[in-house]
């Protein structure tokens, strides 16, 4: 059976950057978190999640986002979300005000950039 | 023979026997050396040789020690007298004590004194025993085992005793080696089914709008190399295979393991057929003592029905219409896997409408040998006419009409693939288990393009069902399987999707399940919750754009 979704991490410098591609449901989305979580380090300023490649999400992957918010403020560290504006998950992110509690910039490049 | 402990001396024969000594010396021989005996088992020829051999010669005890060639011992195997030997599994090295001496040199030993001898089995000085007399068991001059016997009482053996249990001992000899020849076969029979049987999938893929099945039926007397395989690949893909390693036993089923592996591998990389073919061709070239293939590999895509197929040296796909029409895929031929340098694959496509089946089969299934190939594949398509109810009854359709007794000289595989049909309504049965979640949007989204919906129409649909049979899945109570259901139907551009589940309320439990319900209200033209002791039942209904 094929993975629902790859995850590829990358560290550059202080910024994490976590590549999703496939779909997020509530089958995957604490795994792909707890492995997430797991690549930060304490030399770690921010993370950058990119969803460019993901086709589906849920609200199971909204709330891991809003974990990752949480978590991330107590350690002190920036959260941003790397989000093409005419992504297939705009919709559900927008529902759920995610791009309100979560800068989201278009691409990785900005996302990277915006984290001081 | 030798004589060892106390240094008496063996006698030999006491004077010549009376008429009826010599009756009851020619029963003996007779009683010991039965042609009858060796239509026993093992067990038994020994058990009834060793209640025999301590009738005639009148002694306490008497038990066989078998040789274990790998660890160089004895292992006791049959007794009387001393049933605590195998019992215990008392194990003796060659060379060492009384047995292991007596195989060691290979000849006959007498002990009348076991209080001072070299006796290494305490067993046999617990019983008490005073003599002993011992032979080789020796087949083609090879050692397999010992035979000794034992009294309580002094006693002093005669080489005519001797040579009785030689008699004996000979009798039992070749049945021991023959059976532990068997024993051996079996075993690797066996390990080699189970290696088999192993390397194939246990569980078929749950492929959604697609029913498929498989069949593996071992060869009567060796295993094979024969395997299958299902992927579910990316998209609405299905990957299916086959494969025929030449050859019989364990390497082939070794072989066919790695090739099964390397199959996946490529497949699952997303390589079409003719790709993982060439790959899988080169793979072999790199495997020691590699050996040849035969093996088609297939693409289809559920939602078109377009299959593309890729044989090496493989018989041809056959397809069954949902009308129950049977023909040959008329494929382009490449060679065999490992049979040529450089050799290139060749792709056919062709579609499958709902209903349509193929399947791929190893040449077991028409047993190739002595019939003119036409001939074969002439009956093998007549044996799939006919309309079939599902996968699983096309395999037995053909696995009747072909091979009836279940039982073939070479090994069997099949797997059959049929898309379904696909009438107005989708009705789906899901286990109350996350991973379901996934099989429920490609299902989904197969019905709505088949309904005319476009990517917004697909993609809000799809939110809210997932949101719907999510709420399903958390409110399924544990323990015991629980399952919910989905049914979408479509009247007038408009989609109504009611999922139900079986598990009592409960209110959504923080901002997530809150989360739920605003995406489904937000997706839907129209979404009711309908909360009962049995279950909840949400019904949604929306307009499709065709956007």
Not at chain 2, 131 to 147: A, D, F, N, R
Not at chain 2, 486 to 513: K, Y
């Amino acid at each position: 059976v094929i993975q629902l979704a790859r995850l590829q991490l990358r560290t550059t410098g202080e910024v994490v950057v976590a590549e999703i591609t496939g779909e997020i449901d509530m089958s995957n989305a604490t795994d792909l978190r707890g492995a997430i979580v797991g690549a930060l380090t304490n030399h770690t300023a921010g993370l950058v999640v990119d969803l460019a490649g993901v086709t589906y999400l849920d609200s199971a992957a909204i709330h891991v986002i809003y974990e990752l918010r949480e978590q991330l403020a107590n350690r002190g560290l920036q959260l941003r979300l790397a989000v093409p504006p005419e992504a297939p998950t705009q919709v559900a992110l927008r529902l759920s005000g995610v791009p309100d509690a979560v800068p989201t910039l278009a691409t990785v490049a900005e996302a990277e950039a915006s984290i001081d | 023979m030798h004589t060892r402990g106390t240094g008496q001396v063996l006698l030999g024969a006491a004077g010549e026997p009376s008429l009826a000594e010599a009756g009851d010396q020619l029963l003996a021989v007779y009683r010991l050396s039965d042609p009858t005996l060796s239509e026993l088992s093992l067990e038994r020829l020994l058990d009834e040789l060793l209640v025999r051999v301590q009738e005639i010669l009148s002694v306490d005890t008497a038990a066989v020690l078998l040789l274990d060639p790998d660890a160089g011992e004895l292992v006791a195997r049959a007794a009387k007298g001393i049933e605590e030997e195998v019992e215990q599994g008392v194990r003796i090295p060659v060379g060492r004590g009384f047995a292991g001496r007596i195989a060691a040199e290979r000849t006959p030993i007498f002990i009348p004194d076991v209080d001072h001898a070299d006796v290494l089995n305490p067993l046999l000085r617990a019983a008490g025993i005073r003599s002993m007399l011992g032979v080789p068991l020796i087949v083609q001059s090879k050692v397999v085992g010992v035979l000794h016997v034992g009294t309580l009482h002094p006693r002093t053996f005669t080489s005519a005793d001797a040579a009785l249990l030689q008699l004996a001992a000979g009798r039992a000899a070749p049945a021991i080696e023959h059976a532990q020849l068997f024993d051996a076969l079996d075993r690797e029979h066996r390990s080699a089914v189970a290696l088999q049987r192993s390397l194939l999938p246990d569980v078929l893929p749950l492929v959604p709008e697609t029913d498929v099945a498989a069949r593996y039926l071992p060869a009567r007397d060796e295993v094979g190399g024969d395997w299958y395989d299902v992927l579910e690949l990316q998209g609405s893909h299905v990957g299916v295979a086959i494969g025929d390693v030449a050859g019989h036993g364990v390497r082939a089923a070794a072989l066919m393991g790695q090739l099964r592996t390397g199959m996946r591998a490529y497949a699952l990389e997303g390589h079409g057929p003719a790709a993982v073919l060439g790959l899988l061709d080169e793979l072999l070239q790199t495997i020691r003592g590699r050996g040849m293939a035969t093996a088609a590999y297939g693409v289809i895509d559920a939602e078109t029905g377009a299959l593309t197929v890729a044989s090496a040296g493989h018989p041809p796909p056959l397809l069954v219409s949902a009308d129950g029409e049977a023909r040959l895929l008329d494929i382009r031929p490449s060679p065999p896997l490992g049979a040529l340098p450089f050799a290139s694959f060749h792709e056919t496509t062709t579609t499958l409408a709902p209903g349509d089946a193929v399947v791929l089969y190893t040449d077991g299934l028409i047993e190739l040998r002595d019939v003119p190939l036409a001939e074969t594949l002439e009956t093998l398509r007549a044996a799939a006419a006919g309309v079939p109810r599902n996968a699983e009854a096309l395999c037995e359709q053909l696995l009747d009409a072909l091979v009836p007794t279940r039982a073939a000289d070479d090994d069997v595989a099949l797997v059959a693939l049929r898309r379904e049909l696909v009438d107005g309504a989708l009705r789906l049965r899901l286990a109350a288990d996350p991973d379901e979640l996934r099989r429920m949007r490609r299902s989904v989204t197969r019905w709505l393009r088949g309904n005319g919906a476009g990517d917004e129409d697909v993609r809000d649909v799809l939110l809210a069902c997932g949101e719907a049979c999510a709420n399903a899945v958390e409110h399924a109570y544990p323990p015991g399987p629980a399952s919910f259901e989905l049914e979408a139907t479509i009247e007038d551009a408009t989609a109504t999707v009611a999922v139900r589940d079986h598990g009592g309320w409960r209110a959504p439990r923080g901002q997530n399940r809150g989360r739920g319900l605003t995406m489904m209200e937000a997706t839907m033209d129209e979404v009711e919750v309908l909360r009962s002791d049995t279950g909840t039942r949400v019904v949604m209904r929306r307009r499709l754009e065709g956007r």
